[in-house]
């Protein structure tokens, strides 16, 4: 579902997850698994998107700024402005043990990691 008032697009979670992600190359980086919320705020904290292994095995899992993915209408899918070899060594989780989302220090080092500031600090 998406809503449109003036400029601004409002879209629920579930009409997101399982959305493509390419990057400004066009390249595959995988698709949106989840959202992570700040209860505190309201706000989304991170997108988590999945990328690599095969009918999801050995996927890897990474949690994104929101800040750092753009809609493509046109395509129906995000974009993340990152190289693909660059999103390798981005740091990432796996699906059986995620991190803390809460913990300060993990959202600096994910935020910074992608050029971005936490809007927490």
Same mark, same amino acid.
């Given at each position: 579902?998406?809503? $449109?008032?003036?400029?601004?697009?409002?879209?629920?979670?579930?009409?997101? /997850?399982?959305?493509?992600? /390419?990057?400004?190359?066009? #390249?595959? $980086?995988? +698709?949106? #698994?989840?959202?992570?919320?700040?209860?505190?705020?309201?706000?989304?904290?991170?997108?988590? $998107?999945?990328?690599?292994?095969?009918?999801?095995?050995?996927? +890897?899992?990474?949690? @994104?700024?929101?800040?750092?993915?753009?809609?493509?209408?046109?395509?129906?899918?995000? @974009?993340?402005?990152?190289?693909?070899? /660059?999103?390798?060594?981005?740091?990432?989780?796996?699906?059986? =043990?995620?991190?803390?989302?809460?913990?300060?220090?993990?959202?600096?080092?994910?935020?910074?990691? *992608?050029? =971005?500031?936490? *809007?927490?600090?």
């Amino acid at each position: 579902m998406t809503t $449109l008032t003036g400029t601004q697009a409002i879209m629920s979670a579930d009409t997101l /997850r399982g959305d493509k992600v /390419r990057n400004l190359a066009g #390249e595959d $980086l995988g +698709k949106i #698994e989840d959202f992570m919320l700040d209860l505190d705020t309201g706000r989304v904290r991170y997108a988590v $998107l999945s990328f690599g292994g095969v009918l999801g095995m050995g996927n +890897k899992f990474f949690a @994104v700024p929101p800040e750092a993915l753009s809609l493509d209408e046109e395509n129906e899918c995000l @974009v993340l402005d990152f190289e693909k070899e /660059r999103l390798k060594d981005a740091p990432g989780f796996d699906k059986d =043990h995620w991190p803390d989302f809460a913990d300060a220090k993990f959202g600096q080092q994910v935020y910074q990691y *992608y050029g =971005h500031q936490p *809007y927490w600090s």
